[in-house]
Nanobody, 122 residues
Framework: QVQLEESGGGSVQAGGSLRLSCITSEFTYIMAWFRQDQEKEREGVAVIYTNTGNTDYADAVKGRFTISQDKTNNTVYLLMNALKPEDTAKYYC??????????????????WGQGTQVTVST
């Protein structure tokens, strides 16, 4: 089981930036950030294919968010710029050893962190 611990959440005004960190006990084939706000479904935000460094993003965050990895420090980052109130959610780091499902499907992921809250105000 992969151990994941997120940090870096907080409250920020619209237009601001935050950087989330996810310390992982190991890097799996893909690692991703998801978010979930209240009764909404958990939503895939960004993914990184850890062997190649290739990335992909949800349409809602393209051009504003950047996912990256630092294998020296066992960390996956999510840099969030130009934040909007609709980005408010709890953000989760996830690790997958599975194949087949699209990266944005939560059921593809085997291990999850506890999450970190991001609140964006107007």
């Amino acid at each position: 089981q992969v151990q994941l611990e997120e940090s870096g959440g907080g409250s920020v005004q619209a237009g601001g930036s935050l950087r989330l960190s996810c310390i992982t006990s190991e890097f799996t084939y893909i690692m991703a950030w998801f978010r979930q706000d209240q009764e909404k479904e958990r939503e895939g935000v960004a993914v990184i294919y850890t062997n190649t460094g290739n990335t992909d993003y949800a349409d809602a965050v393209k051009g504003r968010f950047t996912i990256s990895q630092d294998k020296t420090n066992n960390t996956v980052y999510l840099l969030m710029n130009a934040l909007k109130p609709e980005d408010t959610a709890k953000y989760y780091c996830a690790a997958s050893r599975s194949f087949g499902l699209h990266w944005s499907r939560p059921s593809r992921y085997n291990d999850w962190g506890q999450g970190t809250q991001v609140t964006v105000s107007t």
